[in-house]
């Protein structure tokens, strides 16, 4: 990758040596961890790192260091993706077999907590890893900032937060979720409503724009319930929420397939027939959609290929190979099953 | 640990000094990969490692490296586990909070093909981690000598394969699955059969032994389906088997909630009426349990628990601690909901 333009001209080793007084050697030296460094110069050259805002070039330490052949895989929002999202496993083998194939370690990591981002911004800087795949990041991601920063190879799974320039593998969430919408309209519903999810997330936040888009003029804001996870309960909540709101409606859009299987459970439990009384369509096509009753019409994302092809990205800038910057939008489809 | 009685006396590091005819400390600086060390001493360190089949004592040389600070989460059947058990996903966070509690770094490495086994070896081999958690290792696991062999800090989630004798924190699966079992029996069904799975690892066959031992002489092989993992599909293929050979059928234990929810959809698929026709259990108490319809009568097990004690045990070992070689259990309970 080639570094922005306007971006800020790097401080570099000889801008610390310089600084520190002393030679370029010795703070490479400092630098790797190596013995037989005396105890001022360590500490001139932390003091210069400051001044200067030095922040090592991993691509560049690599070439000198013996590289770690690992890398990272980082969750966050475990709980949601994990108990909720079984496209999370498709991806993680996906990433794996292409990482393993190209001799590297996949190590996955997990961001749950304010602990968890601050030991992993150490194992990032410490050089455990040579590149990151960042899954689900939210707005102002400081783990984000510091791949930005350390100018880490790293590919993102789905849109990287705040539009940062890094790359990434997406599906186009909007477009998918107008083209599924724009379906449920021409079937003839004519009340069609939403549950929208996470939508602090690119993800959530896109797919109920492509369905407001879809709708256009027909679009009404309040048949639209926002939950906050892509989850089974959140499903059960919006789906009542929606009852209760329009007792009439007779489409739902869920924004997953996890919400739309628990807005079914709601669905069965006051008598409601689906697809005759109400449509209901997911998106994912994850194990849950062939496993609801009726099965589930959805939108099929590649799931396995976002993380083969976020592993390819990564492979590729470590082999200091230019990427494409713009990221990569992988093709999605509807499968219409009977639930719609 | 105290080493196994009987257990071949290690090489050690003075082993190698004097076949190489090198001084310790020499063999130290190779040993930890430092510079300033000529190659023809690594050639000869080499090669005497290899002469006195030296293996490194990871714990001693902690004590003289920096440690990583990192401990594994090894995981073995990925397809099987992530797309299909719920479970996976609490052990994995109950393990992560417990290290990142203690300051250290949960790094998931998944094990999914010949590849991934032999380059794990090497990360393990490596230093990258300083001790392991394993998770369902199946019978000759080779990941699991070699943990043996280093002496690693590690502990397994379920029994260690081949009865090795090492840490582990399990539930009793044999004993849940028989009181499961008997509480079908009381419950005044007569035709009780099995969906087994996964007969190659403990867990699996330990469920079918606990089914056995409860059903004492009313036990009919022929009730018995076996099929390969613990997920949905397998459950479909089972329930198939069990109602060709015994059409009159009345009770199904399925080893595992996934399981079981595919034998619900087919009964479903023929009309036969859950439970008043025929009832099923599971076993887990995942996700699935509550959503099926009916929700299902099933086995608890403290998946988090069992991640975090597991962690628990590792970080003991690395305090340098003597622990119980006998392992953990953890209790589980009955959850009785519909479905039996």
């Known amino acids: ?151 880490m190879a790293s590919a993102f799974v789905g849109l990287p937060p705040n539009h940062r320039p890094l790359p990434f593998v997406s599906i186009d969430n909007k477009k998918a979720a107008a083209e599924i919408t724009a379906r449920l309209k021409a079937s003839g519903r004519t009340q ?25 003029s027909s679009y009404r804001p309040e048949l639209v319930a926002m939950v906050e996870h892509f989850s089974f309960d959140a499903g059960i909540a919006g789906m009542r929420e929606l009852l209760e709101r329009c007792p009439t409606i007779d489409a739902v859009f869920a924004a997953s397939d996890a919400v739309a299987a628990g807005a079914l459970s709601v669905l069965q439990r006051i008598g409601r027939r689906v697809p005759e009384d109400i449509a209901v369509v997911g998106f994912d096509d994850s194990v849950w959609a062939q496993r609801t009753n009726p099965p589930l019409s959805t939108v099929r994302q590649p799931a396995s290929e976002l993380g083969a092809q976020a592993a390819e990205l990564v492979l590729a800038q470590l082999r200091g190979e230019e990427i494409n910057r713009g990221g990569v939008y992988l093709e999605t489809s509807i499968v219409w099953r009977d639930s719609a």
Chains 1, 2 share one sequence.
């Open 192 to 216: 069609i409503g939403m549950i929208a999810s996470a939508l602090g997330r690119a993800a959530g936040a896109d797919r109920l724009a492509g369905f407001e888009d879809a709708l256009g």
């Open 1 to 151: 990758m080639t570094p922005s333009p306007g971006r800020k001209k790097r401080s570099t080793i000889l801008d610390v040596a310089t600084v520190a007084g002393i030679s370029r050697g010795t703070v490479s030296r400092v630098l790797n961890g190596e013995p037989y460094v005396s105890d001022e110069a360590r500490v001139a050259v932390n003091k210069a790192i400051k001044e200067v805002g030095y922040v090592p070039n991993m691509a560049a330490r690599n070439l000198v260091r013996q590289r770690s052949q690992a890398v990272g895989l980082l969750i966050h929002e475990p709980h949601a993706l994990f108990l909720e999202d079984p496209n999370i496993g498709s991806i993680m083998l996906g990433a794996n077999t292409v990482l393993s194939q190209a001799g590297y370690q996949m190590v996955c990591l997990i961001i749950d907590s304010e602990l968890d981002v601050n030991r992993i911004g150490q194992y990032l800087n410490g050089g455990s890893i040579d590149g990151a795949i960042v899954i689900s990041a939210g707005e102002n991601d400081p783990i984000t900032e510091l791949i930005e920063q350390l100018a």
